[in-house]
């Protein structure tokens, strides 16, 4: 099992909504990562756990809320987002060495009206 | 040909053609890259990946090279297919103790009949 699984698919929230995007992986990966991805842009990374600890922080902003409940799990919470937010949220995981393949997820569509 | 302006790089091949998608990348103590496809509405997907000891690396139908004098990584796929058509990204790995990943522009491969 090479999958990475994302869910929703696509998810529309208002600016006061609160709401979680979830990921998923059953390969023993001990580095789970998020990026965001505008259109016609490369993937950006926002945030990568270790061992179900925060390693990096992109300098997000604190409307976004990461959450590593355990090794298979990377949940996004998502709260007061802007309209520019709106964009594609990939999650990934890699072995927890270096310099390994690092395994995408098929997204969350997220639009913010 | 290739071409650069407000959109992604484009270059358009025949079936059957050898493509070359090229990337310059900005560290030079970046020690991993790792080329993905993403097709219209999916996650990247890895293709092939290289470490900074080696400078060539051939899987099926896809060699990378590898140029750390002008930090320059290039993706030749041989006897290009219609399935072929996606954007292709490179990535850099800029941190030595887990993936870092940092993505180039990309550019769109369209594959012509």
């Known amino acids: 099992d090479t999958e990475v699984t994302q869910t929703p698919k696509h998810l529309v929230m208002g600016m006061t909504n609160k709401k979680s995007l979830k990921c998923e992986q059953h390969?023993?990966?001990?580095?789970m990562y998020w990026y965001k991805q505008k259109a016609k842009k490369p993937p950006e990374l926002m945030f990568v756990?270790?061992?179900?600890?925060?390693?990096i922080n992109e300098s997000v902003p604190s409307r976004f809320s990461p959450e590593c409940p355990n090794s298979s799990l990377l949940n996004l919470h998502l709260h007061a987002l802007q309209p520019e937010d709106s964009a594609l949220y990939l999650c990934?995981?890699?072995?927890?060495?270096?310099?390994?393949?690092?395994?995408f997820g098929q997204g969350t569509r997220l639009t913010v009206v | 040909g290739e071409s650069v302006g407000l959109h992604l790089p484009t270059l358009s091949v025949q079936e059957g053609d050898n493509s070359i998608i090229n990337c310059a990348y900005s560290?030079?103590?970046?020690?991993?890259f790792i080329w993905y496809k993403q097709e219209s509405g999916k996650g990247p997907q890895f293709i092939i990946d290289?470490?900074?000891?080696?400078d060539k690396r051939q899987g099926q139908r896809v060699t990378v090279l590898l140029n750390k004098t002008v930090k320059h990584l290039s993706l030749q796929i041989a006897a290009t297919q219609p399935g072929d058509s996606a954007v292709y990204f490179c990535?850099?790995?800029?941190?030595?103790?887990?993936?870092?990943?940092?993505f180039g522009a990309g550019t769109r491969l369209a594959v012509h009949p």
């Open positions: 990934a995981s890699s072995p927890d060495r270096a310099n390994t393949e690092a395994f």
């Open positions: 390969m023993g990966h001990r580095a």
């Open positions: 756990y270790s061992y179900e600890k925060l390693s």
């Open positions: 560290n030079s103590a970046s020690d991993y």
């Open positions: 290289i470490r900074s000891n080696m």
């Open positions: 990535a850099e790995n800029m941190s030595g103790g887990y993936n870092k990943l940092i």
